[in-house]
């Protein structure tokens, strides 16, 4: 069997060498996905590539370019992830002082009256899927480098809380994201929801828990909850994944509706989720076979290779979000209008991290 995460983590390191521009989540995310293929291969190269691109981004005073602790968004702890590794593999204290930086913005990051994060300050009161893999997995291993396990606390919380507003009671789905004030034009005046189920949102909330499961401790009060939320989501996302290419739709409960498409970021994130957490314990045995037919459905669906053999990965959402200045009112109209590109970066992470985890599981 080909490894396709090496494969495609050559192809990052080809197109773009440089990842400079702005400290930027997606690129976490692939960093993430090239640590997996480090650790799994041992090839120094891939742990050079990491450090040289952070090193953009980290001076020499652990200060963070491009970075603004009190923008309070929450998008911009993701990066963090890597700093422990290097901190790691380095000593270089830089990178201690980086990650005490963003911890320094959960400190003070506005929280709903319950003491959830809000996603950004420019979107008050509002928990998106999306920020809990943004801060949450940082947050956990800050704890468990740094911190003080009482603080756990404060992590599960997130997670409690989020699925608490945003869980559908009939389909067991999660929606986008929940408005405490009940004022956004994009919710339900009395539920606060948005209007819809997006795969790529529900990605980030599934990869979130297996992540973060990594550094909560064996005895945790929320350990178990937290585990069968994981599986109860799964079995909910199981239900409307597509039995003809066993990958997701862009929104995921109305895959024949016209416009609708298959997405390959979502179904990524989703394999990520089932593949480690079958492989952690955290889910039953049948999960190993989902997870095969996952990887393969994706592989045919949206893997093509061209004649200079460069992986790509097709049919990603570039982006979706809510409310903000384009005022993104979250119809389905709206998630299905957003460009579909091809080796988005947020994507290409997410496949190069599940196909890491399927690499001992074929």
Known sequence: MENWAAKMTDSVMRRTPKFDEK???DNGVIFKGIESI???????????????????????????????????NIDHVN???????????????????????????LKNHPRTSEGAFWHKQIYPYQIWLDGLYMGAPFYAEFISEFGNASEF????????ICERHTKDSKTGLLYHAFDEKRVQPWCDSDTGLSKNFWGRSMGWYVMAIVDVLDYLPENHKDRARIIEILNEVLESLLKVQDKESWVWYQVLDQGKRK????????????????????????LPEKWFDIANKTYSGIIEEFI????????????TCMVAGLGGEGKRDGTYEY?????????DPKGIGAFILAAAEMIDLI
């Open 79 to 105: 990066n963090g992830k890597l700093l422990f590794l290097l901190y790691k593999e380095t000593a270089d204290d830089r990178y201690k002082k980086a990650a005490f930086l963003l911890r320094e913005q």
């Open 304 to 315: 093509t290779v061209t004649a200079e053999g460069l992986v790509n990965l097709n049919k």
């Open 153 to 160: 606390d404060d992590v599960t919380k997130q997670f409690l």
């Open 259 to 282: 416009g609708n498409y298959l997405e390959a970021s979502a179904s990524c994130m989703i394999l990520y989720a089932m593949a480690k957490g079958a492989k952690k314990g955290y």
């Open 23 to 25: 400290w930027d989540y």
């Open 335 to 343: 998630y299905i209008s957003e460009p579909i590109i091809t080796n």
């Open 38 to 72: 480090w650790r799994n291969t041992g090839d120094k190269k891939y742990f050079d590539f990491i450090k040289t691109n952070m090193d953009y981004f980290i001076d020499e005073t652990g200060d963070i370019r491009k970075y603004s602790v009190t923008e309070y």
